[in-house]
């Protein structure tokens, strides 16, 4: 099956430093998401990439679509204490038209040291 | 109730024991998924449902049991669950549109210990 390899696994950095994460896949995604998590709650959205070469901001943030369709990464500007969690990226290969559920990478740790 | 919710946030059960939980989605999604996350490893699809038809089941063991009432409720239902079926349960919905990229949002968990 697809698999996706996110690293790093984890990061210990200062506030205010920049963070970066990727993701890479041996098969083609048509759509790439990065979720955060926080301990005890379910992923919740940070960026979705449809378009292969996409460069998307949200505030901090910044996730750009590779344009082989094979890889993505995530930016975090000036890191602030409510950054730490866990990230994941994660891809569907379907075209569209129909549901498919989602490939996820094993997730990158932040962790802010004051 | 927005979003995406859960219940019950946690739950203990024994091997003999059959439970259920139950996902409601309030966004008018058409299509509902189960996912497990386990401590060290990726979140796993374990069931897709497209306009309350299951499309995917993922290799999953028959001692789970999903049930898509309508597009609005999800369940799982759960027996003789073995101990290393304790992890965290998420339950996700999209939107599916014709020939378009759909997104998915999740809810809190379940939080399931099997003894």
């Known amino acids: 099956g697809q698999q996706l390899n996110q690293s790093p696994q984890s990061m210990f950095i200062q506030e205010g430093e920049d963070v970066s994460m990727n993701c890479t896949s041996s098969?083609?995604?048509?759509?790439w998401l990065w979720y955060k998590q926080d301990p005890g709650e379910g992923p919740v959205l940070l960026i979705a990439?449809?378009?292969?070469?996409e460069l998307t901001s949200n505030g901090r943030l910044t996730a750009q679509f590779g344009i082989t369709r094979k890889d993505s990464f995530l930016n975090i500007s000036a890191s602030i204490p409510s950054d730490v969690g866990i990230y994941f990226c994660?891809?569907?290969?379907?075209?569209?038209?129909?549901?498919?559920?989602?490939?996820f990478g094993k997730g990158t740790h932040l962790i802010i040291q004051p | 109730e927005t979003g995406v919710t859960q219940t019950p946030r946690h739950l203990v059960m024994g091997m003999t024991n059959k439970k259920s939980l139950k996902c409601e989605q309030h966004?008018?999604?058409?299509?509902m998924y189960w996912y497990k996350q386990s401590a060290k490893k990726p979140l796993e699809l374990m069931f897709v449902?497209?306009?309350?038809?299951?499309?995917e089941n993922n290799s999953v063991p028959s001692r789970f049991s999903p049930e898509c009432p309508n597009s609005s409720h999800l369940f799982l239902h759960l027996h003789t669950l073995q101990p290393e079926d304790s992890a965290l349960y998420l339950c996700?919905?999209?939107?599916?549109?014709?020939?378009?990229?759909?997104?998915?949002?999740f809810g809190p968990g379940t939080r399931l210990l099997v003894l």
């Open positions: 996700a919905s999209s939107q599916v549109l014709a020939g378009g990229p759909e997104t998915q949002y």
């Open positions: 098969s083609i995604f048509n759509t």
């Open positions: 990439l449809y378009k292969a070469g």
């Open positions: 994660a891809g569907t290969g379907m075209e569209g038209g129909g549901a498919d559920g989602l490939t």
């Open positions: 966004l008018g999604h058409n299509a």
């Open positions: 449902y497209n306009f309350k038809e299951q499309t």
